[in-house]
């Protein structure tokens, strides 16, 4: 007989994300952005956009949430685990996967200027402001990546 656990267990949802990183004079900087419900530090994600690959995906998310441009990987650095909370109080299981993308431009407007806090910040110090553990993880794993 086939277990029930499978019933109960919904399947994680994908959302993709922006590692962006610019070089400053100590070294490589990494953008946060403010969540809008709570205002904690996140890296730019959101949900697959529809017939666009994953990577552009995370150019896209990049741009919204703070009017960055710039080239993406094609190929995800990895993926991490997460929650993703919603309106309703409800929080859906993620899987994230992580695009870097090498900032060439910050416009001063974008579509949610106003609704989120954008800073730069080196390696370490993004360490300390991340909230989930989950990222705090992806980002010791890939330190060496962000040259």
């Known amino acids: 007989m086939q277990s029930l656990t499978g019933l109960f267990v919904k399947p994680a949802r994908l959302q993709i994300a922006a590692l962006c990183v610019r070089y400053g004079k100590a070294g490589p900087e990494i953008l946060l952005v ?11 994600k959101g949900w697959p956009e529809k017939d666009m690959p994953a990577f552009k995906t ?3 998310e990049a741009f919204e949430e703070a ?19 919603l309106n309703d109080g409800l929080r859906l299981r993620t899987k994230v996967l992580v695009f870097k993308i ?11 200027i106003g609704q989120r806090k954008c800073v730069w910040v080196p390696w370490e110090k993004a360490l300390d402001m991340l909230d989930e553990k989950p990222v705090r ?5 890939h330190r060496d990546d962000l040259t």
């Open 67 to 85: 009017g960055v441009e710039g080239q993406a990987d094609m190929r995800p650095l990895g993926s991490f685990r997460s929650f993703k909370g």
């Open 34 to 44: 403010s969540s809008r419900g709570t205002g904690r530090w996140i890296l730019p």
């Open 102 to 112: 090498r900032v060439e431009k910050q416009h001063k407007t974008f579509p949610e």
């Open 137 to 141: 993880r992806f980002l010791l794993r």
């Open 58 to 60: 995370a150019v896209v």
